[in-house]
């Protein structure tokens, strides 16, 4: 079996290679796209090659069988590979959908899960969702904005305020009414309820605890350490050069 990369150039294959290649009982399967190479290669155990006079034999891959296989309740085929010697490396995802855009919110969805997979196996902490950790982060700087002076205590004091635009946002975007929920919320972490939260699908405040609203600790670390470096970086700009 050959398998060829997408190429925008005209010479990647042409039908007389491919004619031969059949009458030699080789199997061809031809445009595979360049994200999809490297999880070929890791399920295959093959490796790339730019021109056929690199070919050798440690660079080839294997599998008992390879063929056409007809998707049940649908007229399309795939080219399936079975009796792979190291399987395990890799694992495919099959989404089906009735059109383009529900089979890509579907694969956003896939990859939003695996990202937080990923963050909590990167740093394994859990808190709760629904702005909680947000919201009280914000009410402990703002307590400790009040212990010191200068341009630190405004400094902290803004900092604290931006970090309740989250909760507010989750909110409006519910069609809650977001000045009264973020003062509730406020509210209850002054009262030491620290899990207390946004509760989207019934407009109010809960405790994200109780309802297993979690997400990972990277999740929340990483977006505010990066809005902190674009900050800081926009600050460090002290001109602007219009090219028209």
Do not use: W
Request: hydrophobic share 40%.
């Amino acid at each position: 079996v050959v398998l060829i990369q997408k190429s925008i150039l005209r010479d990647a294959y042409n039908e007389l290679s491919l004619h031969f290649l059949a009458k030699m009982g080789i199997l061809v399967v031809t445009d595979i796209d360049r994200g999809d190479v490297e999880f070929i290669c890791r399920t295959l155990g093959c490796t790339p090659i730019a021109h056929s006079d690199n070919l050798t034999k440690d660079k080839l891959g294997s599998a008992e069988h390879v063929g056409d296989v007809t998707m049940p309740g649908s007229g399309h085929k795939v080219v399936k590979f079975t009796g792979v010697q190291n399987p395990g490396n890799t694992m495919t995802v099959l989404l089906r959908g009735s059109n383009d855009l529900v089979l890509a919110e579907a694969e956003r969805s896939v990859h939003d899960a695996q990202c937080v997979v990923r963050s909590l196996v990167k740093k394994r902490y859990i808190i709760a969702g629904g702005g909680a950790p947000e919201t009280e982060v914000s009410l402990k700087l703002k307590e400790h904005s009040q212990t010191v002076t200068g341009m630190d205590a405004y400094c902290m004091k803004a900092f604290a305020e931006a970090l309740e635009v989250i909760p507010y946002t989750l909110a409006e975007n519910a069609g809650m009414k977001p000045i009264d929920i973020v003062t509730e919320l406020r509210a209850r972490h002054a009262d030491g309820e620290k899990g207390a939260g946004i509760n989207v699908k019934k407009s109010k405040v809960t405790d994200m605890y109780g309802i297993d609203v979690l997400q990972p600790l990277l999740v929340s670390t990483s977006a505010i350490s990066l809005a902190t470096e674009t900050v800081c970086m926009i600050l460090k700009v002290d001109d602007l050069i219009v090219v028209a």
